[in-house]
């Protein structure tokens, strides 16, 4: 199947300092790709759409400033959590359609101290 | 607004037995494609199953399969002959087929314990 890798896995950064996630697809093309943050043992919860070449589209309670993505090309897409504080402390996954199914990265373990 | 449900939030099987998880749906579209999921401890997301709407026949995959209930909206997940390598969390859940590239909606997971 498609791969999608996300790097890095794990992170911690000191508070109000930025992290950047990324994501690649390795054999086909991303138009469009999704980010959920993921608390332990509940489920995805959607952040946002990024799709190539247009501006994101963030859900409903996120914070556009705070979680800035960019899709720069039909293999990339980048979340960059800005002036990061401990409650953004959590696992990030990206995650690509391609047809009927939808394939995920790895995941980044995001610690801010 | 499509909901997912999964109203078991643990569940446990012995080794070699059977396990039923839960999964009922809300929509009011009639073509779409439903899903389960496995998150073991790596938390990498592993595609179990998925069947789509208009297929009447229950999907199977090896020792996974479905029951799809289309009218009552219930798609369960049975685990036959259960391995302690299936210990993960499990999640359900939908994607419209209206519309290419739409995000996956998912259901709380449900928790699943493997004993020898």
């Known amino acids: 199947g498609a791969v999608v890798s996300q790097h890095p896995s794990w992170v911690i950064c000191k508070s109000g300092t930025s992290v950047k996630i990324e994501c690649r697809s390795l054999?086909?093309?991303?138009?469009?790709m999704f980010w959920y943050r993921q608390f332990p043992k509940q489920s995805l919860m959607l952040m946002a759409t990024?799709?190539?070449?247009?501006?994101?589209?963030?859900e409903q309670g996120v914070e556009k400033d705070k979680f800035l993505i960019n899709h720069a090309s039909l293999t990339l897409s980048t979340l960059t959590v800005t002036s990061a504080h401990p409650e953004d402390s959590s696992f990030y996954i990206c995650?690509?359609?391609?047809?009927?199914?939808?394939?995920f990265g790895q995941g980044t373990r995001l610690t801010v101290v | 607004a499509q909901t997912v449900t999964q109203s078991q939030p643990e569940m446990s099987v012995q080794e070699a037995e059977t396990v039923t998880l839960s999964c009922t749906y809300d929509?009011?579209?009639?073509?779409?494609?439903l899903f389960w999921y496995k998150q073991p401890p790596s938390r990498q997301m592993i595609l179990v199953i998925r069947?789509?709407?208009?297929?009447?026949q229950n999907a199977t995959e090896n020792r996974f399969s479905v029951n799809f209930q289309k009218a009552a909206k219930s798609f369960s997940l049975k685990i036959s002959d259960s391995q302690l390598g299936d210990a993960a969390m499990y999640f359900c859940?939908?994607?419209?087929?209206?519309?290419?590239?739409?995000?996956?909606?998912f259901g709380k997971g449900t928790t699943l314990s493997v004993s020898s």
């Open positions: 054999d086909f093309q991303a138009t469009t």
């Open positions: 069947q789509e709407a208009y297929k009447q």
């Open positions: 929509t009011s579209e009639s073509d779409y494609y």
């Open positions: 990024s799709n190539e070449g247009s501006k994101a589209t963030y």
């Open positions: 995650s690509a359609p391609t047809g009927v199914e939808a394939f």
């Open positions: 859940a939908y994607r419209t087929r209206n519309q290419a590239g739409t995000a996956l909606i």
